[in-house]
């Protein structure tokens, strides 16, 4: 707990480096380009394409109808864009992600190391194609598992539970691989997950929820429309600032891990082992009875 902790105070205190809100730029502008672009291209066909689907359910349809009979008719043209919104924003969210990762993450864990570690030995257990392999597997499986999760989204609790759940083990897996691709070997990163799951999954998943806030922007950039255009790269800088503490909480935690667990062993991995010598106890010569003491 001690661990989980100091970790997360020094992240907080990290983020506010300039060097932090620097490096925060780049893929905030990435993100804004391509949210832009793909939004400029695509908004209206899947704005008509869900409104479209909308009229021809039938039971969507009737629950227009007495939405508007009730005087709540203002709520009917928000419904497609909300609908696009929630559909596109886990997508959103694990493009952030892995721009943060592959962009944002080294130099962050090389900050904690260079300010914290300088002493801990580099002995690279992961490499960048590696680490590339590592994040695009896990985000497959996060995307899939969302959609698998998709109906039970509709029992009121669960879909404020389930999509930071998902999200929160995929930051697990993609940062706690970032924080120690470089420093530790592969038995040591593999020891350390296994010591430490159930924390690294705690700050993944405390990142997760953390993720999930920008979505109020989102549904704001729908109901205030003279705004969208602020909004949104707000929006995907909350995202960008919640993936690069998250990396700075991973890196605290997962690099003070690693000294501890060197720590723990005096003999170095692959040094000689050198036996000291036994020594040989003579037992004391026992006078014969002919013999003088």
Do not use: N
């Not at 391509?34 to 039971?59: F, K, M, N």
């Not at 539970?161 to 924080?179: E, H, K, Q």
């Amino acid at each position: 707990m001690h661990l989980f902790l100091d970790s997360f105070w020094r992240a907080v205190g990290y983020c506010m480096r300039p060097r932090v809100i620097a490096l925060s730029f780049l893929p905030l502008v990435l993100m804004v380009a391509l949210s832009l672009g793909l939004g400029y291209l695509y908004w209206e066909p899947a704005l008509d394409a869900v409104r479209a689907w909308l009229e021809s359910t039938s039971t969507i349809k009737t629950l227009l109808d007495w939405l508007e009979g009730i005087g709540a008719g203002g709520l009917k043209p928000a419904l497609a864009p909300l609908l696009v919104i929630f559909a596109v924003t886990p997508l959103i969210v694990v493009m952030s992600l892995l721009v943060v990762a592959l962009l944002m993450a080294p130099a962050l864990v090389a900050l904690v190391a260079e300010r914290r570690f300088p002493k801990l030995e580099r002995r690279r257990g992961g490499s960048w194609a590696s680490a590339l392999f590592w994040s695009l597997g896990s985000a497959l499986l996060a995307l899939v598992a969302l959609v698998v999760s998709i109906p039970l989204w509709l029992v009121p609790p669960l879909i404020l539970i389930l999509p930071p759940l998902i999200w929160g083990w995929l930051t697990y897996r993609v940062m706690a691989y970032d924080a120690l691709a470089e420093h530790a070997s592969r038995d040591e990163r593999v020891e350390i997950f296994r010591r430490h799951r159930g924390w690294l999954l705690g700050i993944g998943v405390v990142a997760g929820f953390l993720g999930a806030a920008p979505s109020l922007f989102w549904a704001s950039a729908v109901l205030f429309a003279v705004g969208f255009v602020i909004l949104v790269p707000v929006a995907i800088w909350v995202y960008t600032w919640v993936f690069a503490f998250s990396s700075l909480w991973f890196a605290h935690f997962c690099l003070a891990a690693l000294q501890v667990l060197r720590a723990e062993s005096d003999v170095p991995p692959g040094a000689p082992v050198v036996m000291s010598p036994v020594p040989v106890v003579t037992p004391p010569a026992t006078a014969l009875p002919h013999e003088k003491p």
